[in-house]
């Protein structure tokens, strides 16, 4: 069977649509005149537009090469009903900052104008607007009808499934040797090679300049490694590369300008194990988890807190955000229901960290009154408080930083201490050995990071010195590395 290339050339297209490699994409539509008019399923595309779901129905869109006639009316439409619902940010920003939207204003400057005038009224009934050309849901049923004769369905990740049966028959006949890694590129068996080790940092790989009115207030590498977000005082969150430090552009959202922003302060921020979610917690105690992709808005939870959100992690299985507070509270919220499943109330003082053990049967918290607390889960019960600063410093007792997770020691956690000392504690509330900077190389730990083989831990000082401590023999590695002239916030790895 021959295979033609244009077919060839739309598995690639689909494949970097899945993928989010949108520049690649459109370059490659550009070069080839070959445009992949799919969405995921039609039918289900019909009815997100007969429901009004318009967050899915423009994701479908914006790759499916739709007819830029039938957008204009498409996105009209939408934000004639935001405006009724007196959603006006994403109103204007669909009006003002989109490709149809453009081609109106110059093609059809009438109608672009009545759509300005319609954001500065102050009550709109959607049927007055479209009197004589039908309801609300007949001008849906319209659009919807119109768009799905445009675009068609095809099963998801054909070039994968493709290069998998090809895989599967060549093992079959013995071409491709089974149980052993492969290199499907350079077509020949992979050498296994081990897992890379833990290593002090030695130098500085890049650095991110912010505005003094913009500056950071909090951070987050993505579990790939690929990817650090970042809060700043003014709202924003941002994506940026890890290896060069610059904008990761290669996100469609923030290559148009757009980008994920809070009412106030972002003081948290957290990536879901899978990479596809960040969540963030604001200064106002408010929290949102966003699809990492898209830049859109998967969960808002508007009362999380009363105060500031100081800490944010999600489960495991990624199906529930834990949260600690100014306001000395811990909170469970379910991701899909948006409630508050479950409180945690005892500290003295505001939250500084919390994080769910590795079987979620635990939540651990710190807080500034000096004390980490161990609960039950499920119960919310405080099983253990533990004091980990009361040996050394008797009433004068320095608030903790944190708590981490330990990869490797589902048992023990790292406590960063707001002195010169840091404690590894276990399930079971006891503490089992600390280790301290050399003397007078540190007043004070401000932040600290495990590494990823739970090997070694970082720790950052009031002098702006990253220490590296062996977690095993509490041995620091090397000399303190200077890593910044100004005051340091925090830390991630």
Sequence with gaps: MDVESSTVVRLVEQFLKEHNLLKTLETLKSESGITVNTVDNVNTFKSDIIKGKWESVLASVEQAGVAQGKLVDLYEHIIIELVELRDMGPARALLRQTEPMEIMRTSQPDRYLKLEQLLSRTTLDFNDVFRGRGTKESRRLEIAESLANEVSAAPPSRLLTLLGHSIQWQKQQGIIPDGVPYDLFYGKVQEVVSSSEDRPPTRILATIKFPKSEHPCSLAFSPSGEYLATGSVGGFIEFWSAMTGKIADELDFQAKGSLMMMEDAVTSLAFSHSGDLVCAGASDGKIKAWKVKSG??????????????????????????????????????????????????????GITSAVFTEDMSRVVSTSDDGSLRIWESGSAECLY??????????????GIVSALAIPGRPTEFIVCTKSPTIYVVGIDGQVKRSFAAKQGTCNDFLAAAVMPQGKLVLAVSDTSALHCFDIESGQPQDNALKVADAEIFGMAY
Excluded: Y
């Design 296 to 349: 859109s808005t998967a969960k808002r939870f508007p009362v999380a807190h009363a105060q500031r959100v100081s800490s944010v992690a999600f489960s495991r299985d990624d199906t529930q955000i834990l949260s600690g507070s100014s306001d000395g509270i811990v909170r469970i919220h379910g991701l899909k229901s948006g409630n508050m499943l479950r409180e945690f109330r005892g500290h003295a003082a």
């Design 385 to 398: 408080t533990v004091l980990p600063g009361s040996d050394k410093v008797g009433l004068s007792m320095p």
